[in-house]
């Protein structure tokens, strides 16, 4: 029989966790949402991985710190054998290091265990869409510790502007139009205009692929993977 409109738009969620009780917290709150339905748990990530095989989920809630297979690295294999999934990494710490190698191996998002609940519906419906999804109080905490605009590299010098280069970190650090204008003195309309330079120059249209770039050339002051 085929499916209907509604049944189609459901988001299709797998909570990866070696805590039971958060496990059912987790799952109590998504079931609550008429767009999301959980279809499977898993303790472990060798466990989640097989059960991507089976369950074919959109999204991947992901501990980052679990005892046989870290998220980080279980994520790193999700997105290479699983690239259409998208992983959103669950985890209590809110911590510039664990985002930073968490976005190197391809996750699509970063929420602090803390966060209210809407801020995790938010962070699914916000990567399935294409997007990155960054916690706000840990992009700030980053542009908190980080200078108002950094020297950029000689090619990268050639290809933008002071200004894009600023606007094109800050999108990649997972800041709204409204919030970048008001850092830098711009109207959002200008902000706009900057971003689809970028888009032009660089080739890169969605929030995903500007964390990629970001990351490879250093955008974020990137740390190597320990």
Known sequence: MAKTMTEQRVIRVLIVD???ILRDGLKALLQS????EVVGEASTGREAIKLIRKLRPNVVLMDISMPDMTGLQ??????KSYPEVKVIALTVHESETYLKRMMKVGADGYVVKGAAAQELTRAIRTVVKGSVYIHPD????LMS???QAEPAKEEQK??????EWQVLRLIALGYTYKQIADRLALSVKTVETYRARIAEKLGLRTRAELVKYALQHGLLDEEPLA
Do not use: F, G, N, W
Not at 158 to 163: A, D, G
């Open 145 to 147: 510790e980080l200078p």
């Open 74 to 79: 279980a994520t790193e294999i999700i997105k």
């Open 18 to 20: 070696d805590h039971a």
């Open 158 to 163: 050639k290809q933008l502007s002071e200004r």
């Open 33 to 36: 949402e008429p767009d999301i």
């Open 138 to 141: 840990t992009a700030k905490q």
